[in-house]
């Protein structure tokens, strides 16, 4: 990309939050969208460019900042969701989902401070199950705690550099992860109900609400935003348990 632009790489941009940001994003920064699926080739515009690769495979992150012109921004957002307890749980998608969402966020970090030469924002997107216990989530809980202990790792030991790292921490989103989990439900239509309860304004959030405040923590109007957690869960943690 030649071009005076800001540029910003965002992982897991072939997915429902990940599209939401780089639409966000692409009107004032220049964007490398990185996905494993050949979705992402559909995001290609003016000021997007296209990468296919798995996250947890640390070359990917290395070629998208050699992609990026001017780096100042990097989204962590690559994820994926596995159910199952601590008695269920297979070796297979607890590891798939360490090297995915942690892995593949610490790889993401490593890439954004080895490419900001003049400082930026790292932005990472955990989940309230890294504040809150849901059933069925124990490998995906664990590694959304991760990646706000990664984000805020980074926070400290780069702040002093000019780089920022934040961690967004949705609830219940309107996106296809969720609609795949409402599919397998016994009952696809509770199962939503049951997401959207979980707001306090009885509704699910949406990927642009979340890539709202993506695009506010990478800009610097949140210039004095550094190693925080901020959730968008529609008062979900704010109430009692039910």
């Known amino acids: 990309m030649m071009s005076d632009r800001p540029g910003v790489v965002v992982t897991g941009a072939a997915g429902g939050i990940g599209r939401a940001v780089v639409a966000r994003l692409a009107t004032d920064w220049d964007v490398v969208a990185v996905d494993r699926s050949d979705e992402v080739f559909t995001l290609a515009g003016p000021h997007v460019t296209t990468l ?15 992609m990026t012109r001017n780096l100042r921004g990097w989204v962590n957002n690559a994820a994926v969701q596995l159910p199952g307890s601590a008695g269920t749980v ?14 593949g966020t610490m790889w993401g970090c490593t890439a954004a401070v080895g490419g900001m030469a003049s400082g930026g924002a790292i932005v990472s997107i955990s989940s309230i199950h890294a ?6 989530a124990f490998a995906y809980a664990a590694t959304k705690g ?3 202990a990664l984000a805020r790792q980074v926070a400290v030991e780069y702040g002093p550099r000019g780089i920022r790292s934040n961690s967004v921490l ?27 309860g979980l707001h306090l304004m009885h509704r699910m959030g949406t990927p642009d609400e979340v890539a709202a405040v993506v695009a506010f923590l990478l800009a610097d109007d949140s210039s004095l935003i550094n190693g925080q957690q901020i959730i968008a869960d529609g008062g979900a943690t704010a109430r009692p348990p039910l």
């Open 146 to 148: 991760a990646v706000v």
């Open 90 to 103: 297979t070796e297979a998608d607890a590891r798939r989902q360490l090297e995915v969402n942690v892995l």
């Open 52 to 66: 296919t690769g798995d996250v947890s495979d640390r070359t990917t992150h290395e070629r998208a900042a050699a």
């Open 131 to 136: 504040v809150l216990g849901f059933t069925g």
């Open 170 to 196: 949705p609830g219940a989103i309107d996106t296809p992860m969720c609609s795949q989990e409402w599919a397998s439900a016994t009952d696809p239509a509770a199962a939503r109900a049951a997401d959207e």
